[in-house]
């Protein structure tokens, strides 16, 4: 539902499954879920049905531990917005019996997040890490999923491949 450039989206529709245009808050307003507006839409995508499994990639640089920016209060504003909006939807998702996956870098603060520590102990998630070099991208970025689709959990079995050597992040 929250991702960066959709390609999760993309790879999911190159295996065969049926797939919604990513909801992207980079898109455009239109598909921005700090706007009530299409929380009310995708509420409604949920209750008819359409939705059977719903990813929330929540972008990272707020929650990364090596980002020490100083941010704006609007910048904040938007961000408390954003998570409010997306614990409203996974929690709506999972009342509706809609799989749910969220996914941020292993170290990433959201982990620490205290809503989605409550939504973690009240229903039954599956943790999975994984490296993302074990898919193609060119630095390791050790990822971390929690998810109520538990067949997810292979990825957790293939880790970091230790023949690459990896682009240094700075």
Known sequence: VVAGLGRRTGACAALGLRVASPVDLLASPASDISRPRVVAEL????IVGLIWHATFAV???FDSIASHARRTPEELAQRQRLLRHMFLL???CLSHGVYVTIENPRGSRLWRHPRLRRLLRR???TTVDYD???YGCAFR???RLVTTFHDLARLGRTRCCPERIHEELS
Do not use: G, H, L, N
């Open 43 to 46: 509420k409604s995508w949920v």
């Open 59 to 61: 972008p990272c640089t």
């Open 90 to 92: 996974i929690e709506w």
């Open 123 to 125: 229903f039954r998630f």
């Open 132 to 134: 993302c070099c074990r």
């Open 141 to 143: 970025k050790p990822q």
